[in-house]
């Protein structure tokens, strides 16, 4: 299973930045996908996941904006970013619980390698 995330970047405080995560691979399905991320010389934070039905679960920090959603074949998770601040700068990370076509009653979790957010002036 990989999960590949794009669309970071640098963005001026106040902007907006929308992150991708594809996930491929042997998937049976997949029932959560989370955002998570960690700023130099911190620990990895969960920003925002999502679960069937949809229940989406956000930090306290995001303070309403942002959004997390998936495409309806929920292969792919995106985070709407929005008024970022430079404390959003951090290295974004995808996660997904992955139930495999190996191992389908089991769930296991996969990372992105992680895309880089930085908001700055």
């Known amino acids: 299973v990989q999960l590949v995330e794009s669309g970071g970047g640098l963005v001026q405080p106040g902007g907006s930045l929308r992150l991708s995560c594809a996930a491929s691979?042997?998937?049976?399905?997949?029932?959560?996908m989370g955002w998570y991320r960690q700023a130099p010389g911190k620990q990895r934070e969960l920003v925002a996941n999502?679960?069937?039905?949809?229940?989406?679960n956000y930090a306290d920090f995001v303070r309403g904006r942002f959004t997390i959603f998936t495409d309806s074949a929920w292969n792919t998770v995106y985070l709407r970013m929005a008024s970022l601040e430079p404390e959003d700068t951090a290295a974004y990370y995808c996660?997904?619980?992955?139930?495999?076509?190996?191992?389908?009653?089991?769930?296991?979790?996969?990372w992105g390698q992680g895309t880089v957010v930085t908001v700055s002036s």
């Open positions: 996660q997904a619980a992955v139930l495999t076509l190996e191992r389908p009653l089991f769930s296991e979790d996969y």
């Open positions: 691979g042997s998937i049976f399905t997949i029932n959560t």
């Open positions: 999502i679960s069937r039905g949809p229940v989406t």
